[in-house]
């Protein structure tokens, strides 16, 4: 592990990717412009409820993955309670095809693309898989281009609503219930259309599943429900860390997390050959997380004010 960033890593900032009803989102882009090509494309989805946070919770994870090889991509999505399911899915789905689209310019291998997610992200990016070139889920802005999958990997993911409710106590019109327009009562075809465990199919693509074992905010037996359902159709890999709901931001998990994940993702053949030639490939940048200064900037020029604690807290929720 390294002190500061490798000088191989650059990050583009607030580059828009899908415009709607006056909504201009933006996503990040981290790239190591010395890595040998084709890259495969990762695409950090983080967590905040469905209802808060923005881009930058994965930033320490994409500079690592960028050095590593990977272009790298963190993209906003909207939230709730203004923007209901299934917006914040068509969002990441734009990422995806965004991705597809334009990355052939940054030297992307565009057919291996693989989905990562914390918390509510991981629902995000599950059922983006799973759901991959469904009409009703895609965005416009992108025709011809393919939401499809590589592989995903999910962190302490929420993948049955129904399940979640009846484990956790959740107020009307707040996290998951917000997002979903109401209770299961009120919005079933939500809860179902929303819940990955309802959408697994023959078309999954390899999927990593990690939880913490002291999680109190999602409970471990989610990832399990997925696990189970997604068993007989693809390979699964459901593992478990000691740790608490924010165990990919917690310093003392992050190598470990990372190298689960990178493994995971070059054994089912989205990573491909080992990067190690490129500039800085390997070595974990030593960085606690958070955003970055500037449009466009060289990762060792971040000072300290310009991190955040390796404790990230994904906000109310999940």
Known sequence: MTDTAPESVTVQRDIPF?????????????????????????????????????????????????????????????????????????????????????????????????????????????????????????????????????????????????????????????????????????????????SPVGQVNTDAPPTLLLHGTADHVVPPAQSELLADALGPMTDVVHETVPADHSFPFHGAHYDDVYERTVEFIRRVGVGGPDTGDAAGAGERTGLPGGDLPGPTDRTDDLGPGDIRSPDRRDGPGF
């Open 18 to 194: 899908h415009e709607m009803d006056g909504v201009t989102l933006t996503l990040d882009l981290y790239d190591s412009p010395a890595a040998s090509g084709p890259k495969p494309v990762a695409v950090l989805v983080r967590g905040g409820a469905f209802t808060s946070g923005d881009k930058g919770e994965f930033a320490r994870h994409a500079l690592d993955l960028a050095a590593d090889g990977f272009l790298v991509i963190e993209p906003q999505y909207r939230l709730a309670p203004e923007w209901t399911f299934p917006a914040a899915l068509v969002d990441v789905k734009a990422a995806i095809e965004w991705a597809r689209t334009e990355g052939e310019g940054y030297g992307a291998d565009t057919d291996r693309i693989v989905g990562i997610g914390h918390s509510a992200g991981s629902n995000l990016v599950v059922l983006a898989a799973l759901t991959a070139d469904e009409p009703g889920f895609e965005p416009e802005l992108y025709p011809g281009a393919s939401s499809r999958l590589s592989a995903a990997v999910g962190y302490a993911g929420v993948y049955d609503f129904h399940a979640l409710d009846a484990a956790t106590d959740v107020e009307a019109g707040e996290g998951h219930r917000a997002y979903l327009g109401g209770g299961p009562d009120d919005e079933p075809a939500a809860y179902d259309l929303a």
